[in-house]
């Protein structure tokens, strides 16, 4: 069991974050990731939308022999875990809790903030996440467009940072000194959404905590990888074209994502299945 491939999934290319932590501490593991650009936003969508669509590509992972999976995404978290878990016999991280912890352990002043898509924002699930810790006051903003800049590969643009200054502005202005990236593609906007909030206020995002739940899990279980031969890192996407996927990951994550194969999970339509790789000169 210990040489198959951890499994992570998310709507688009934000949960690569999430993927570079992992392989920074745990870089015997392979990886299978899983990009559900068919359906990218999730935030946007219905929830029960969003579960639908989560599941068929869990449900394919599972299929692929993954040892653990690895809900790399809010909305999907806040959509459907509880079911992942119920449904799969694997472990199952998410991306909320760790991010929460983090959280209440930094905190000065008790005043964090949330910020997410809107999917999770309704779905409440940071405030139920949260009420562990009834002495922190949380103060939550949906963050809908961040995630089509991200998508469009834009993280510097002057549309932008206004975007993150009206965003923003009610959070800061409302005293917090934390500030939770509810979101796995908003650890790629930490430069816009740093400069608005300034240095006064602690940025938390769930990639490296994720990483550590996964690490601690693996050792818990006894299921790291002990083989000595080198990890496999495999990237798929859904949709009908790699080539986007692959030019936004190169972009935000370099040489390492070197090729994306297109897969057909539940009833989602694609292409033919093939790999989309980089050209070389």
């Known amino acids: 069991m210990s040489d198959r491939p951890i499994g992570i999934f998310d709507s688009g290319v934000g949960g690569l974050t999430v993927a570079r ?4 501490q745990l870089p015997r593991e392979s990886l299978l990731y899983v990009g559900d ?7 946007p969508k219905p929830l029960a939308d969003v579960r639908r669509f989560a599941l068929e590509v869990l449900d394919d992972l599972v ?9 790399a995404c809010n909305t999907a978290s ?5 079911d992942a878990r119920e449904r799969y016999s694997v472990p199952v991280i998410e991306v909320i809790q760790p991010a929460v912890r983090t959280a209440v352990s930094v905190t000065r002043n008790h005043r964090v903030g949330v910020i997410a898509t809107e999917g999770t924002i309704l779905s409440r699930a940071y405030d139920d996440a949260f009420a562990a810790a009834p002495h922190l006051e949380l103060f939550s903003r949906a ?3 961040f995630v089509d800049h991200v998508e469009a590969g834009d993280t510097t643009s002057r549309e932008l940072v206004a975007l993150a200054e009206h965003y923003l502005r009610p959070l800061v202005e409302s005293g917090i000194d934390t500030l939770v990236l509810g979101c796995t593609h908003y650890p790629f906007l930490k430069g816009a959404i740093s400069y608005v909030v300034g ?9 490296t905590e994720t990483a550590n739940d996964v690490y ?3 050792v818990q279980s006894g299921i790291e990888r002990t083989s000595p031969g080198r990890p496999v890192y495999r990237y798929e996407a859904t949709g009908t074209s790699a080539a986007e996927f692959l030019r936004l990951a190169e972009q935000f994550l370099g040489p390492e994502v070197s090729s994306v194969e297109l897969v057909e999970t539940g009833t989602i339509p694609i292409a033919p299945k093939s790999p989309t790789t980089r050209s070389t000169p």
């Open 37 to 43: 650009t068919a359906h990218s936003p999730y935030g």
């Open 199 to 207: 240095d006064g206020v602690q940025l938390v995002s769930s990639d």
């Open 21 to 24: 932590a992992i392989r920074d």
């Open 78 to 82: 806040s959509a459907m875990l509880r």
């Open 216 to 218: 601690r899990t693996l």
């Open 143 to 145: 963050c809908p467009e």
């Open 63 to 71: 299929e692929q022999d993954v040892k653990m999976l690895v809900i």
